[in-house]
Every structure is written in C-alpha cells, then in structure tokens.
C-alpha cells in the first residue's frame, strides 16, 4: 500500500462518515414528514446558511472575539494560578478545594450571576469563558509541573541550578504537552462559554441568534447558526493543534 | 594542588527512613582515591555502590563520618561545580538538540563564574564521537549515543571528579565494549579522576586501575583489586589470559561479598 494511499484513505473514511449522517438526517425528515420548523432537512440548513451569510458573519464576530478573550483570560489566570500552587503547597491546600467547588457549579447558574455583576456587554461572556476554560487547564498544568523526574532534578542539583533556572529548563518544558491537552479541550469550550453568556442576555452573537431563531421557529437559521458555532470552535482547535505541532516537535 | 587525595572518606554512614523504618545503606566507609585514579565499585545488589556515588555528588546527606573532594565537602565541591554525573538513563532533555543539551551545563548554576571551560559543547560533543550530530533530538539517537552525550555534558567544565552511575548497563554488550573504549580513551585525555559503578565484572576489570568490593547490609567495602601492576605495560587485551584470572579473582571476591 502506497503512503498517499493511505493518506486518501485517511480522508475518505471521515467524509464517508459525515456523508452517511447527513444522508440518514435527510431520509428521517423526508420518509416522516416532519415540518420544517421542528427540524430542516440538511439541505434547508445548508441553503439557508448560504442565503444568510450576512447576518451569520454579522453575529460571528462577537461571539469570536468573546470566546477568543476568555480563552486568553481564563487559560492565563490558570497557568499563573498552577504556578503559585506549584510553588506553595500551603497556598495550593487552601486553595485548590475552592476551585474545586467552583467547578462544580453549573455554568448555566454562573451565568446569571455574571451578568448581574457585569451587565449586558461583553464581559460577562468574557467571563464566563474564561470560567470554563479555568479547571481542566489549572489540573493538567499541576501536573504538568511537576511531571518531572527525579533523575532530571537529580541533574539539575549536580549542575547546582537555581529553582529559577529548574522552573525555566525543566518544569516548564515538561509542562507543555500537558497544557496543550488543556489548551485542545478550551479550545472548544471557550465557545460554549461565549454562546450561554449570549443566551442569558444580548443583542448580537451567536447565542442570541439561536434564542431569536428558536422563538421564531425559524429553524433551518438555527441549525445554519449551529454550523456557524461548530465551524468557530473547529478554527480555535485546529489553531492549538497547529500551533502544538510547532511548539512540541520533540514529543 | 597540595591535596593528594582526589578523593577522601573516612567513616561514611548513610541511613535512610521510609515509612518509620531504618535502613543503614552505608556504615563507616573509609576510601582514599588518588587524583586522576579510575576506580570501579562492584558489589551484590543493596550494598549501596550507588549511594557512596551519590554521597559524593551531594544527592545523599550523610549521616557520619567526613568526604572530602579535593579537600572541598561534596556540597562544596557541587556548588563549584567540579562534579560530573552519569546517571543510568542518559537523562538528556527531549526537546533540546545534542548541542543544546550539552550547553545546559553552562547555562545553569553559574558555571562560568568558577573558569572558562577549557573544551567548548563542540568539542566535548567532538571527543565522545558525536561531531556530526549536534543538531539531532535525543529522540532520534540510539541508546549508546545518548550516553555519550550524556558524558559530553558531564565533562562540561573539566570537572575535577566524575561519577558515573552504571552508565552502560541498558546498552547491548557490542556498543558497551566500545563505549569502554572511549571511555578509557576519554579518561586519558582528560586526566579526570573517575568513579564507575557497574554490575559487570569484565567492565570492572577493563576499566578499572582499581575495583572496589563491596558487600551488603549494611553497604561496606569488603575488598580492594589494585589493578596497576597488571595494566603498567599498558591496557589489557579482553582475551588475555591476565584478564581471564582477574575476572576469575574478582568473582570470587565477590562470592564472599555475599554476591
């Protein structure tokens, strides 16, 4: 078998398998009649993404830009937080409970009380998904630095290294493939985050286009705007993954 | 230098603590080696060859007795950074080059305010064989290359003493016998006092000017095989009927070490 065959074959099997879905999505709405404001059949979904581009881009932006802050936010405040837990374990006891009870609060009763605090504007979507970006980056990243041998440290000691320089040299290398693992999973959440900010309250974005297109039964715009939600988080992803590919060449 | 020992122990004890539990790893070792001295430590497993190398290194705080290395403690001579370690596994960093890896000696732990190092990471890199691959990943080397790289970083800086862990026991016997080539090779080029752990007995004998025995529980040296005499008109052939008889003495040596 020949690499580029492979390679073809590598291609073919997914697109097989969207194909299928989309072509058993289609058969259900057609073969049950099911009306178009319960469920379009894909290619309504698909003409009307064409036909409401404008609108679909229009409501793309904020919620990119949203998802793209929190993102930033709540993944930094993360990896700082991993840093100080690291290094103090008194600090890392107190505190590590609390993230820990945070996390269990539902994001959709989070929300809410974000939006009290913050308002109507970005912010509070911000926020929120920085909130859901927070937990699985701090964990991976506890681990990630302190996933060092004894070994490695035993070396750094014979060449009497600074914690400093152990931190720069060693910990955090070997914390990288841990935090893009972190990094994979915000990448997608980070839009969820920004799309249930949207929902609680706002005039644009794509979280308010899929509450608009609910209520007004308008449902070949809401599945459109779920192709448009999944393509956002698809670029996020497919941007950590590159940017892993460039920054992890050893692993 | 005034100090005529390269190294000096007198009355070692280790003792470690797991779980509430004593265990004595060393109990009054006394060792003198000569500066430039190659002296291999070979003992049944337990007998704590591996803790009097750490003792050396400042990685195992001791609980009696006195070491000296060129007169400086061990936690001095650390600090000024006049060791070299080999540990088993190569423990090279893999995302950094060959190179880079080597440079990580002089990078860390200041080892420039002590001197300018007489061989540059290029020509370290250059004397372990390894001129041609500087820009590789660890990754991409085979198990005897990484020691060698692993011994170009440790040389970094012309450390006064260089303790190497059972640096060849993971590698296949073809690539270890040349490995002690280099080595050898190595050590006279450098003039470097050495100290190597091994489970081996030819590579204790090949290596060595001196092998010291040691028996366990508690870890202790039970005897010494000056070499000299037999290697003075040079190395010893792996087939020669001298090699065949200090193997054989240093074997039973190790019989009534409890090995």
């Known amino acids: 078998m020949t690499r580029s065959g492979d390679a073809a074959r590598g291609w073919l099997l997914p697109v097989l398998g969207f194909v299928s879905i989309l072509v058993l999505w289609h058969a259900v709405v057609v073969l049950l009649q099911v009306p178009e404001f319960v469920a379009p059949t894909p290619l309504a979904a698909l003409r009307t993404l064409g036909d409401r581009w404008p609108l679909l881009l229009q409501n793309f932006w904020p919620t990119a830009v949203e998802a793209l802050a929190g993102f930033l936010l709540g993944n930094t405040l993360a990896v700082l937080t991993a840093v100080v837990f690291v290094h103090s374990r008194l600090v890392e006891r107190a505190y590590f409970p609390v993230a820990v009870f945070f996390n269990t609060i539902p994001v959709l009763a989070l929300a809410p009380i974000l939006v009290l605090i913050f308002g109507l504007g970005m912010l509070p979507k911000i926020v929120i998904a920085a909130v859901i970006c927070f937990f699985p980056t701090l964990v991976n990243m506890i681990r990630g630095l302190e996933a060092v041998g004894r070994p490695e440290l035993e070396l750094m000691r014979v060449l009497n290294a600074s914690r400093l320089e152990i931190f720069w040299r060693l910990r955090v290398p070997r914390s990288l493939p841990f935090l893009f693992a972190a990094l994979r999973i915000a990448s997608t959440t980070c839009v969820v985050g920004a799309i249930v900010g949207e929902w609680i309250g706002a005039n644009n974005g794509l979280g308010a286009l899929i509450i608009q297109a609910t209520f007004n039964y308008q449902s070949p715009l809401l599945y459109a705007t779920l192709f448009v939600s999944s393509g956002l988080a698809l670029l996020f992803f497919g941007a950590v993954v590159a940017l892993e590919k460039r920054v992890l060449r050893w692993s | ?259």
């Open chain 2, 1 to 259: 230098m005034a100090e005529p020992f390269a190294v000096r122990m007198a009355g070692i004890g280790v003792v470690f603590e797991r779980d509430g539990q004593r265990f004595e790893a060393l109990r009054t070792v006394s060792l003198e080696l000569a500066a430039g001295a190659f002296v291999c430590l070979i003992g049944p497993s337990g007998c704590g060859k591996s803790t009097l190398l750490r003792v050396l290194a400042d990685l195992v705080p001791i609980a009696g007795g006195e070491a000296r290395i060129l007169g400086q403690t061990p936690a001095e001579a650390r600090a000024a950074r006049r060791l070299g370690f080999c540990f088993q596994d190569a423990t090279l960093l893999p995302w950094r080059t060959v190179i880079a890896n080597v440079r990580l000696a002089l990078e860390v732990g200041r080892p420039a305010a002590a001197r300018p190092p007489r061989r540059s990471p290029e020509e370290l890199l250059e004397l372990v064989g390894l001129g041609a691959r500087l820009d590789a990943l660890p990754g991409e080397l085979s198990g005897g290359m990484r020691q060698r790289v692993a011994i170009a970083r440790a040389l970094v800086g012309d450390p006064a003493l260089l303790l190497m862990d059972e640096p060849f026991g993971a590698l296949d016997e073809l690539t270890r016998d040349r490995l002690n080539d280099e080595l050898l090779r190595i050590w006279q080029e450098t003039g470097t006092t050495i100290v190597f752990v091994t489970h081996s007995l030819g590579e204790a004998v090949y290596l060595g000017q001196e092998v010291v025995v040691m028996a366990a529980g508690p870890g202790r040296i039970h005897a010494r095989l000056d070499l000299r005499p037999a290697k003075a008109e040079g190395g010893l052939g792996r087939d020669s009927a001298t090699f065949a008889a200090l193997t054989g003495e240093l074997r039973s040596l190790l019989a009534e070490a409890g090995a």
